[in-house]
Every structure is written in C-alpha cells, then in structure tokens.
C-alpha cells in the first residue's frame, strides 16, 4: 500500500528516481518511504524479512559519499526473492525454522549492490520455488493487488506483488518454468529474464540447475532492462525494427498493433515449443529438481508444503535412461526450430492462459498449475530470453520471447507493446563494443556461431552509409563476400550489428582469415562501429556483387 505523498519519486522508475537524486532529494527520505509503505501495508505475506530501519537509513546514508557516476542503480531501493543469497541474511526458500546463513551473496546481488542498489528485504515465494501459483508458502499467501480472489503468482510471488504496490521499484525473482513472468501477468507488471546461462546463478536455491535463471520484475520495460544489463555486466542491447514476429496461442490482439508498426507477421506451430514444455514437469526433466533438493526430502523438514514434497518427490518415477532420452528429444527440438528462428525475430505468446482464483487452485493444485505454464515451460528449455509485460488493463498480457542473440528485438518488441520508447543501437555498455557483419557471420549463416558462441546479441539489421561497394570472394567453404570503402560509386550495404565483449570480439578476431580483418565501418545513421573490412589485394579477382545491396540477397539470386 502506497503511503499517501502523490508524486514521490520512488513511483518515477530508475531514470526518475536518479534524476531526483541529482536535484538533491537524500537517499536516507527515500528509504523512509519505502519503510512506512511496507509498514502501511496490510498484507504480512509479502515479505518474509525486512531490513531493520536503522540499519537500511545508514546504507542509503552511506552513498552520500560515493560518486552516481558509474552506478546506474545509485540508492535505488530493491527487494530479493527469498531463495537468493544475501551474506548475513538468512535464505529460507520458504520453509520456516531455516537457519542457513551464507557468508557470501549471490553474484547479482554484488552487481547491484556495487551499482548503488540498496537491498531492502526477502520476499516470499512458493516453497523451494516450486510452483507457478504463488499459494504454496507456510508464510501465507499474498494479496493479488488487482484482484484478492486471483492467485498472485509464483513462484516468486512477493517480488511481484512488492513491485506491484510501489514498495520498491524493482525486485529480484528466479525463474525455471515462469516464474519471473506469470507473477508479472497476475499483478500487472513487467517481468524480464535473459537466456539461461547469460546471468551467474551461483548463490541461487537451485529448482532445475540445469535451466535456471534470475529474473527482474520492474514497472517498465526500460527499468527492467537496466537491472538485468548490471546483472550481466553488459547491456541488454535494444534492436531496430522492423522484425519479423510470430504471435500465436492466443495473443492475437497484438498482432494489430505490431502489424501497425511495421513488422513482419509470420505463421508458428507451437507444437514443437509445447513439447519441449512438457518434459519440464510432466516429463524426466523433474528428476533434475528432484536430484537439486533430495537432500532436503530426506531430512523430512517440518513446515514442507504436502504439495511441494510431491512435486520434488515426482522426478524418482524416471529411469537414467528416460531422462537421456529426455535430453536427446530436447536436442532434437532445438535443432528442428534453429532454421524458424533464422527467419523470425520473436515469438509472442500470451503469459498465462487464463486467470485462476484462489479457490481453482485450493480445488486443483497440481492441475490448475500445470495450465498456468503452457505458455512458459518451454522457454528456459529452449534457451530462449524472455520479456512479459502486462495486459493495458487488468491482469493477463503477453510475453515475447527469443533465442540469445535475438534479445535485442525481444527488448525491442516488449518495449513497443509496452508503449514505452528505447533508444536503439545505442553503443553497449559494460564493455561491450558494437561489430558489423556482412557475410558469413550474419544471422543463420555458416559463421554465425562464431558470434553466438562468444554471448554475442544482435543489435541491429541496418545498412552501412553510401560509401561501400560489396565483393564475392574467392575460395570457399564457406563462401564469404568482402566490404569496401570506396566514397564515390558504392551504395548502402545490408548488415547485422552485433554486440560482443573484448574477450569475445578478441576470439573473433583470432579466427578471420584473411583478407578479411577488423576495422571500422561507417552505419547509415553515421555512427562509426566495428565490422568486417577486406584488405584491397583480396578484391583483385572477386566478383561484384554491390547491385544486389547485400550478401542474403546475392545468394537468394544464386539459388
């Protein structure tokens, strides 16, 4: 419950939070408001720990002296899912009389700490986060803010719900089959979560090792994305349009509005992401959470959930010999959709399905939270990045989604169902540096892995300036053009903007032959980046292919 100052700067997000800060507004006030909104609150089943006053007034009392340059996040107030390491606060994962006291926190928890964050509590969730309903916790249920006759969501339901209320701008959930985005639907917020693997888990409660991922609930798409970019110490790029999107499953009430925009709608078969899903929870991948948390099963802890016990419990029915069949099928999954995701951008989906009231729940736990994830389960499996951003009114709304480096296009996608403008193409942060590709390593040629490989993320399909005439070299495979930079006579030049950290781009490096090398390539916005340039010997006996204004483009004319 928000306290009753209208206009406080905490309900501006990060960019107005921090443009306060610079006016003068002292940290320690805003510590203050969050206190007397949590103390305001009637809902108890929110949070499971809070920072004392005293001790929160003296961290926001401490950024007095530390420079808002280079902190992105400089005395904004958040709160952490209460499976994620805090060093001297205890991680109860939802079951009371825990006594576990790590020494250290999470990696992301130092990130957003060393980026001026200041940690206010723990928040509730589904026991051991196992669950999509966010009714499964001994310290109660909390409150829907939309509606109190809706489930909330899980797992990480008090994150959604501290969010949704304004206790504080952002907060920290973990997700494995939705549970950073189905909250988000319930309550009417943003939820975000990169591609497993892009973000530490380490100092996570594990649920399925294999596919977790920390996950941002935010009211914007914008607050979201920072968050995330300090939690993977690199930014989440936003794409330039158009994209070519996929909606499917329901949520065809954006694809007007996307159409509007100017994208390019395509038809899906989410059979294939289905059954990826089904092998979470209703197939052999359970044996993984069950393996994470056995040793908890056999302590026969008091204050277990009975529907959590047989959740965790249900991975013992499969055989060693189900669960490789499991992971061959998923492989073969991925490898039938790679050629989709060559020609699309993103997948929109809606969120959730449906909306369940707490008594469907109370009547089918296990049922009703299956139907929750039909949309969700497949993501993590898959390796897909995730937005979801809420419905215009009301709980539901749509998730987009998108392979690793098509995370631009989905921040760039959610921002646009969202009604929110982000700077695209902007140069990446945390040392990341912006490469242009002309060829081999475009998106879905042979070379692309090259990049992908490295965590690289497209940024932009754009074209070079007017100053470039394009080359078919010779020798092969694989087949590669060549750029040049001639002034008079060349044409703009399709490519693909990548970006890449130093490590990574120093990798690519290594392995370009020549004639082609690193140098600088002039955008047709007249930025300068990185990109892919060939030595003038290379061109001696290559062909010119400039007419065709691109590499994609020549080879469709040789096909």
């Known amino acids: 419950m928000r306290s009753d100052a209208p206009g406080h700067p905490l309900d501006s997000g990060i960019s107005g939070l921090r443009t306060a800060y610079q006016a003068g507004l002292d940290p320690v006030a805003v510590v203050d408001e969050v206190l ?8 108890p089943a929110i949070w499971i720990d809070v920072e004392p006053a005293d001790a929160l007034r003296a961290a926001a009392k401490g950024l007095v002296d530390v420079p808002m340059d280079g902190r992105p996040l400089w005395g904004v107030p958040f709160a952490v899912k209460d499976n994620i390491d805090v060093a001297g606060r205890v991680t109860s994962t939802g079951l009371p009389g825990t006594d576990t006291v790590p020494d250290r926190s999470a990696t992301v928890i130092d990130r957003l700490l060393a980026a001026g964050a200041l940690y206010v509590g723990k928040t509730n969730l589904d026991q051991f986060a196992t669950g999509l309903v966010g009714t499964r916790s001994p310290f109660g249920v909390p409150v829907n ?9 899980g797992s990480s339901s008090g994150s959604a719900v501290a969010v949704a209320l304004g206790h504080v701008p952002f907060a920290l959930g973990t997700d494995t089959a939705g549970s950073g985005r189905v909250p988000a639907a319930m309550c009417g917020i943003v939820g975000l979560k990169g591609a497993p693997g892009t973000r530490p888990i380490d100092g996570i409660v594990p649920a399925s090792p294999t596919i977790d991922c920390v996950s941002t609930f935010a009211t ?4 979201g994305l920072a ?9 989440w790029p936003v794409a330039e349009g158009p994209f070519t999107v996929a909606v499917a499953g329901g949520a065809d009430a954006v694809a007007a509005d996307l159409a509007a925009a100017g994208m390019r709608m395509v038809d899906v078969d989410l059979a294939p992401f289905h059954e990826a899903g089904d092998l979470l929870y209703g197939g052999p991948w359970l044996a993984d959470r069950t393996a994470a948390l056995a040793h908890i099963l056999d302590g026969a802890p008091n204050g277990l959930v009975d529907v959590v016990r047989t959740v965790v419990a249900g991975g013992e029915a499969y055989r060693g010999t189900e669960v490789f069949d499991a992971i061959r099928r998923l492989g073969e999954l991925r490898d039938e959709l790679a050629p989709w995701w060559d020609r699309t951008d993103v997948l929109v989906v809606p969120t959730v399905s449906f909306l369940p009231t707490l008594d469907e729940v109370a009547d089918d736990p296990i049922g009703v939270n299956a139907r929750l994830g039909r949309h969700t389960t497949f993501a993590n499996l898959l390796g897909l990045a995730a937005i979801a951003v ?15 480096g098509h995370a631009a296009s989905v921040a760039a996608v959610a921002a646009i169902l969202h009604r929110e403008e982000l700077t695209a193409g902007a140069e990446a942060a945390g040392g990341r540096i912006h490469l242009a590709v002309v060829g081999a390593h475009l998106r879905g040629e042979p070379l692309n892995h090259q990049l992908t490989d490295q965590g690289a993320e497209l940024v932009a399909a754009t074209r070079t300036s007017l100053d470039y005439r394009l080359y078919r070299l010779q020798g092969g495979p694989p087949v590669r053009p060549g750029l040049e930079r001639v002034g008079a006579g060349g044409r703009a030049i399709e490519v ?7 490590a990574g781009l120093g990798r690519v490096v290594a392995a370009v032959a020549p004639p082609l090398g690193i140098g600088s390539v002039e955008l047709a916005d007249g930025r300068w980046v990185k990109g892919f340039i060939c030595e003038t010997r290379g061109l001696a006996d290559a062909t010119d292919i400039t007419a065709h204004g691109g590499w994609r483009a020549y080879l469709r004319s040789k096909r």
């Not at 914007?220 to 607050?223: E, I, K, L, Q, R």
């Not at 693909?496 to 130093?502: G, H, L, P, T």
Request: with cysteine; net charge negative; glycine share 14%.
């Open 36 to 43: 007397a909104r949590i103390d305001g609150c009637d809902d």
């Open 220 to 223: 914007s798409v914008a607050d």
């Open 145 to 153: 803010p939309l509606d109190p006759t809706l489930i909330p969501g």
């Open 227 to 235: 968050v995330e970019s300090v939690m993977a110490s690199g930014a």
């Open 390 to 404: 809420p419905a215009p009114e009301g709980p539901g709304g749509v998730t987009v989604l998108g392979p690793a």
């Open 496 to 502: 693909e903007v990548w970006a890449i950290d130093a």
